[in-house]
């Protein structure tokens, strides 16, 4: 397996590996960029096929994690941490210390939080081995889950994409698909049906399914049926790079705007979606209200109303896109990129923006 020709390798600065035989963790750190400051990104833990697929994952959830903080305004770099398992069925604390060991050689190039199949409570226990963990403050509005604030950000994204797609300035009455209902995208669902829209959920697992259905009133489809749905809004809440040449041509929707990182499974795919005439919020923008919420715990002076004041940025962040997009002709993605690289190769640039915010 080669790293530096993978194709999800973009200059990333670091790629390590670890194994412990004793608990049984196998798991990969990717640091993409640390220009802006030392690299964060959640700590995911995945019953991925392979060693291949969980390499894929990291390098291109570390890379967008570079991404995200720069468009955030936030003075941090880009990075991401996989395990390899099952965590409904392999996780245990001594796996968990294990991953603080490993975590801790790497002397704070990189910090950790929660993320996809790990909780505060994981973070808690890999916290006895590193202080680089974040997403563990007490004191947050939530404890230290930054699950909320990715939900909220991505709702107020979502009504940027409704404003922009339809002229809505408020989501009753729009139907809208969710793909993963778990610990984000059921709180985005909550925060859509309270909004007055209309939910159609689906997710790998039975459970999340049937509080979607029996909490929020959502209609649960199959996981296949979610790419069939004749829908106004799309929102892709689970894994990543399911936005592809065979789900897009199945696509009946208006706009895509979800949780998931790295939804477009290659760069040319936003530029299918705009074909289609459907309006694409890059992931790596909507999503941030997550990293934001994190990097305020970082700080040590947590405020909540302070927290909500800059994830609400993300608005006007999102229509600054879709508006340069139209001017320009570009794919929405393409502009994202394009600020944000100006942004984190630019490092005093970056600075000036984050101390006037």
């Given at each position: 397996?080669?790293?530096?020709?993978?194709?999800?390798?973009d200059?990333?600065?670091?790629?390590?590996?670890?194994?412990?035989?004793?608990?049984g963790?196998?798991?990969?750190?990717?640091?993409?960029?640390?220009?802006?400051?030392?690299?964060?990104?959640?700590?995911?833990?995945?019953?991925?096929?392979?060693?291949?697929?969980?390499?894929?994952?990291?390098?291109?959830?570390?890379?967008?994690?570079?991404?995200k903080?720069?468009?955030?305004?936030?003075?941090?770099?880009?990075?991401?941490?996989v395990?390899?398992?099952?965590?409904?069925?392999?996780?245990?604390?001594?796996?968990?210390?294990?991953?603080?060991?490993?975590?801790?050689?790497?002397?704070?190039?990189?910090?950790?939080?929660?993320?996809?199949?790990?909780?505060?409570?994981?973070?808690?226990?890999?916290g006895?081995?590193?202080?680089?963990?974040?997403?563990?403050?007490?004191?947050?509005?939530?404890?230290?889950?930054?699950s909320?604030?990715?939900?909220?950000?991505?709702?107020?994204?979502?009504?940027?994409?409704?404003?922009?797609r339809?002229?809505?300035t408020?989501?009753s009455?729009?139907?809208?698909?969710?793909?993963?209902v778990?610990?984000?995208?059921?709180?985005?669902?909550?925060?859509?049906?309270e909004?007055?829209?209309?939910?159609?959920?689906?997710?790998?697992?039975?459970?999340n399914?049937d509080?979607?259905?029996?909490?929020?009133g959502?209609?649960?489809?199959?996981?296949?049926?979610?790419?069939?749905?004749?829908?106004?809004?799309?929102?892709?809440?689970?894994?990543?790079?399911?936005?592809?040449?065979?789900?897009?041509?199945?696509?009946?929707?208006?706009?895509?705007?979800?949780a998931?990182?790295?939804?477009l499974?290659?760069?040319?795919?936003?530029?299918v979606?705009?074909?289609?005439?459907?309006?694409?919020a890059?992931?790596?923008?909507?999503?941030?209200?997550?990293?934001?919420?994190?990097?305020?715990?970082?700080?040590?002076?947590?405020?909540?109303?302070q927290?909500?004041?800059?994830?609400?940025?993300?608005?006007?962040?999102?229509q600054?896109?879709f508006?340069?997009?139209?001017?320009?002709?570009?794919?929405?993605?393409?502009?994202?990129d394009?600020?944000?690289?100006?942004?984190?190769?630019?490092?005093?640039?970056?600075?000036?923006?984050?101390?006037?915010?």
């Open positions: 397996m080669s790293i530096f020709s993978h194709p999800a390798y200059k990333h600065e670091q790629v390590a590996f670890y194994q412990d035989a004793k608990s963790l196998k798991a990969i750190i990717a640091v993409h960029n640390t220009n802006l400051g030392p690299s964060l990104g959640g700590c995911r833990m995945w019953p991925y096929a392979d060693d291949g697929e969980a390499l894929n994952d990291v390098l291109r959830l570390s890379r967008g994690m570079t991404y903080s720069a468009m955030a305004g936030l003075k941090l770099g880009g990075g991401k941490s395990i390899i398992g099952d965590p409904r069925k392999e996780k245990s604390p001594e796996l968990l210390r294990a991953m603080g060991d490993f975590i801790n050689t790497l002397g704070g190039r990189y910090i950790t939080a929660e993320d996809s199949g790990t909780s505060v409570e994981d973070m808690h226990v890999i006895e081995r590193t202080k680089f963990v974040s997403g563990v403050i007490e004191g947050s509005e939530h404890g230290g889950d930054p909320p604030s990715t939900a909220y950000g991505v709702f107020v994204g979502l009504k940027a994409a409704a404003e922009h339809w002229g809505k408020d989501l009455g729009l139907k809208v698909s969710l793909q993963g778990g610990n984000v995208g059921f709180r985005l669902a909550k925060l859509l049906k909004a007055g829209a209309e939910l159609f959920v689906t997710d790998i697992f039975q459970d399914i509080r979607a259905v029996n909490e929020l959502a209609t649960a489809v199959g996981a296949d049926e979610i790419f069939d749905l004749d829908v106004d809004l799309f929102a892709p809440c689970a894994m990543g790079a399911i936005l592809n040449d065979d789900t897009i041509a199945r696509l009946k929707v208006g706009a895509i705007a979800g998931a990182n790295n939804q499974a290659e760069e040319r795919h936003a530029a979606l705009r074909e289609k005439g459907i309006l694409y890059p992931d790596y923008v909507i999503n941030a209200g997550g990293i934001i919420d994190v990097y305020y715990q970082q700080q040590g002076d947590y405020k909540p109303a927290v909500k004041e800059h994830i609400d940025t993300i608005g006007s962040t999102m600054e896109v508006q340069r997009a139209d001017e320009t002709g570009e794919t929405t993605a393409h502009v994202a394009r600020v944000a690289e100006e942004r984190f190769g630019h490092e005093d640039t970056l600075k000036n923006d984050t101390a006037a915010a």
